[in-house]
């Protein structure tokens, strides 16, 4: 009896490792088109309405979807993207961060925790987390953003797209896919 019992929680924990999406897999695939969109952001506590399509006219954008502001992984990642800001930009890419966690507090965010470097977006009800496939659902049923990054080319091609629960990656992920574009632009 003791076998079996030992057999069903062996076999229910394996099933559900099975439901649970593997790491570094993002749902939307590179060579896919970015889906564009339009967003109420801030930058530096200020606030302006956020276009993909206009952002990439400036170079290729690093999407990162997170699942809600002043959360301790949230704002571990913001403030590693924060550090590197200076680097993507020298590379001619500009970091955007969209939540459908948190909406209210997006430019507060943007200033305290994204050190004024780089736009956060908010997204009400994750609508456009929903178009790239980097949403979650919470017990309450309510859908917030995965935590999912994104290099999206100029020309709207997701050139990366990297999905893991821990913020520590995304940054460095995220930044050899703009430098592995920037070569191949010379």
Excluded at 45 to 74: E, N
Aim: proline share 5%; charged share 20%.
């Amino acid at each position: 009896m003791k076998f079996l019992a030992k057999f069903a929680v062996a076999a229910g924990l394996g099933l559900s490792l099975a439901v649970i999406a593997p790491q570094g897999i993002a749902a939307l695939k590179q060579g896919a088109k970015a889906p564009d969109f339009t967003l109420n952001a801030a930058q530096g506590g200020k606030p302006f309405s956020l276009s993909l399509k206009q952002t990439l006219k400036k170079g290729p954008v690093v999407l990162y979807f997170f699942p809600a502001a002043f959360t301790p992984g949230c704002t571990m990642e913001a403030h590693l993207f924060a550090e590197a800001s200076d680097d993507f930009n020298r590379l001619g890419a500009r970091v955007v961060g969209v939540t459908a966690g948190n909406i209210e507090r997006v430019a507060e965010f943007s200033k305290s925790e994204c050190r004024d470097k780089f736009a956060v977006a908010a997204d009400p009800g994750a609508k456009v987390a929903a178009k790239y496939d980097s949403t979650m659902q919470r017990p309450d049923g309510s859908m917030l953003s995965n935590r999912t990054s994104y290099v999206i080319a100029p020309n709207g091609t997701i050139l990366l797209s990297y999905t893991d629960s821990k913020p520590q990656a995304h940054v460095e992920k995220t930044m050899a896919a703009v430098r592995a574009w920037k070569a191949r632009r010379r």
